[in-house]
Nanobody
Framework: QVQLVESGGGLVQAGGSLRLSCAASGRTFSSDVMGWFRQAPGKEREFVAV????????SYADSVKGRFTISRDNAKITVDLQMNSLKPEDTAVYYCAAKASLLKSYDYWGQGTQVTVSS
């Protein structure tokens, strides 16, 4: 099992920044790939960004490219999401997820952290 705990959510004005962090524990060898997803009220959960911890390869949703940056600290087994130039449409509950490889589905999910961007 892998346990994921998110932190760093909050309320920010449009144009501001927030940094989310996801700490993994447990069988972390099963979490080489870690991603961020978000779910806004009344909408389906959507992909935001992903990183492969072993080599740092990363990918982003078009809606956040150029504004969000995903990074990892393998010593601490954390993955951060730096969110800049936030927009009201970024308001959502943000979830961290982990899986063993890109070919697999996400096996582990965090509880989520609320991000609210006011206009």
């Amino acid at each position: 099992q892998v346990q994921l705990v998110e932190s760093g959510g909050g309320l920010v004005q449009a144009g501001g920044s927030l940094r989310l962090s996801c700490a993994a524990s447990g069988r972390t060898f099963s979490s080489d790939v870690m991603g961020w997803f978000r779910q806004a009220p009344g909408k389906e959960r959507e992909f935001v960004a992903v990183i492969r911890r072993s080599d740092g390869w990363a990918s982003y949703a078009d809606s956040v490219k150029g504004r969000f940056t995903i990074s990892r600290d393998n010593a601490k087994i954390t993955v951060d999401l730096q969110m800049n130039s936030l927009k009201p449409e970024d308001t959502a509950v943000y979830y961290c997820a982990a899986k063993a490889s890109l070919l697999k589905s996400y096996d582990y999910w965090g509880q989520g952290t609320q991000v609210t961007v006011s206009s």
